[in-house]
T-cell receptor, first 112, second 114 residues
């Protein structure tokens, strides 16, 4: 079955600390992988995506994710978080019908 | 313009009402999607339109009826809903379907069924 797993439902972290949000995908999904962010009462925004090429992808606001085929992972990292990074983060993969298969989400809470 | 707009932002309706949700994009995208998102859950795909034709219906109850009048507009007609249908309804578009094409999401309509 096609699935995307986010192991942590909540990640509390202090401001300026590093953070890693974990994502694993089943080998039955494509290797088109995405991270979306959802701020409270808003829609989803694409943070970054891996389609091919370099296994390390970066976003404009300091997040990066590394595609690891052997571990079927696509973890999201940021070396120093801000209060404004508090949000829900969804990892997703392309399904067989061109749709998105989402993980259950990780709530990142950044504390001062 | 990379915006997907959705109206209304909030909707409260009774179980006997008929209402419609509207989604619009002017990015020239040829695929449009409806998702349902319950609190603290990921979005669940409901329908996909590709080139104005319904290509995916994820076994959604018939009380939800999608419509794609043209390539820029997507409607979701609601009738005889149940309280458990209360959720955030998200519209998205892409060029066209397929993971290599980013899906752009609207802000959603928060629906409450009383």
């Amino acid at each position: 079955a096609q699935s995307v797993t986010q192991l942590d439902s909540q990640v509390p972290v202090f401001e300026e600390a590093p953070v890693e949000l974990r994502c694993n995908y089943s080998s039955s999904v494509s290797v088109y992988l995405f991270w979306y962010v959802q701020y409270p009462n808003q829609g989803l925004q694409l943070l970054l995506k891996y389609l091919s090429g370099s296994t390390l992808v970066e976003s404009i606001n300091g997040f990066e994710a590394e595609f690891n085929k052997s571990q079927t992972s696509f973890h999201l990292r940021k070396p120093s978080v801000h209060i404004s990074d508090t949000a829900e983060y969804f990892c997703a993969a392309e399904g067989s019908q061109g749709n998105l298969i989402f993980g259950k989400g990780t709530k990142l809470s950044v504390k001062p | 313009d990379t915006e997907v707009t959705q109206t209304p932002k909030h909707l409260v309706m009774g179980m006997t009402n008929k209402k419609s949700l509207k989604c619009e994009q002017h990015m020239g995208h040829r695929a449009m999607y409806w998702y349902k998102q319950k609190a603290k859950k990921p979005p669940e795909l409901m329908f996909v339109y590709s080139y104005e034709k319904l290509s995916i219906n994820e076994s959604v109850p018939s009380r939800f009826s999608p419509e794609c009048p043209n390539s820029s507009l997507l409607n979701l007609h609601l009738h005889a809903l149940q309280p458990e249908d209360s959720a955030l309804y998200l519209c998205a578009s892409s060029q066209p379907t397929g993971g290599t094409y980013e899906q752009y999401f609207g802000p959603g309509t928060r629906l409450t069924v009383t």
